[in-house]
Structure formats: C-alpha cells, structure tokens
C-alpha cells in the first residue's frame, strides 16, 4: 500500500475518533456528580484526541482523558451535591466542541480528497505507460 493512501487513511481514522469523542463529549456533558466520587456516583469524564507516533513510526490517534476532566459548579439541591452543595461538572464546552467536530470533518475530507487525487494520479500514469 502507498504511503500516500496509509496517511491518509490513518488521517481519516483519527477524524473519525475525533467525532466520536466529541459526540461523546456532548452527549453527556449535562452528567455530574458527587465531587470526589467513583462509580455511578461520579461525574462524565470527557475525552481528547492526541496524534501520537505508532510502533511503525506513522500517526495514530490515541484516546486520553482531559486534564483537567471536571469542574466544580454550585448545584445545592442536586440529590449528588456535597454538603456543601457542589456538585463535578464534566469540563466540556459545547462551541469548543462543535468546532472541533466540524474540524474534523474538514480534515476527513482532505484525506478523502488525497486519496481520490493519487487514484488519479494512477490512472493517469497507466494510460502513459500503455
């Protein structure tokens, strides 16, 4: 396979993840929890998307929590505030969020239009040669 067509796909693959982390993100962006808990009583955790180099030394996508994964809001009569009546918000932004997934669907497409281009790139060459 062409390094062309492996970045590109690996390009593609880590939009991909992008998305889904994103939508992820937004979906439970509204789930909070007791401050300090673990469980069911904890607050959504979200996630980020880093490229990192793979064992072959080409990029992958790699799922990591986000530093920091909550915030503190003051909810006194949520059943899960503290005694203090606070409650661990997941640190998600929607705008920051929503940009994020229309980058990566920006960057899905310019993979997808490299591969097209070399497709081309191809034919082309076979039609010189025969």
């Known amino acids: 396979m062409s390094s062309v067509i492996g970045s590109a796909l690996a390009g593609?693959?880590?939009?991909?993840?992008?998305?889904?982390?994103?939508?992820?993100?937004?979906?439970n962006m509204q789930t909070v929890g007791t401050p300090g808990a673990t469980g069911s009583d904890a607050a959504y955790k979200p996630?980020?998307?880093?490229?990192?180099?793979?064992?072959?030394?080409?990029?992958?996508?790699?799922?990591?929590?986000?530093?920091?994964?909550?915030?503190?809001?003051?909810?006194?009569?949520?059943?899960?505030?503290?005694?203090?009546?606070?409650?661990?918000?997941p640190n998600v932004d929607l705008a920051t969020e929503l940009v994020n997934n229309k980058i990566a669907q920006r960057t899905y497409e310019a993979n997808l239009k490299s591969i097209i281009a070399w497709d081309e790139m191809q034919a082309t060459l076979l039609d010189i040669k025969s």
Request: aromatic share 4%; proline share 8%; no cysteine.
């Open 12 to 27: 593609m693959n880590a939009a991909t993840r992008r998305v889904s982390a994103g939508a992820s993100n937004i979906a």
């Open 47 to 89: 996630v980020d998307v880093v490229n990192i180099s793979g064992p072959q030394g080409g990029p992958e996508a790699k799922v990591i929590e986000r530093d920091p994964a909550t915030a503190l809001s003051y909810q006194p009569s949520h059943p899960l505030a503290s005694d203090d009546g606070f409650v661990d918000s």
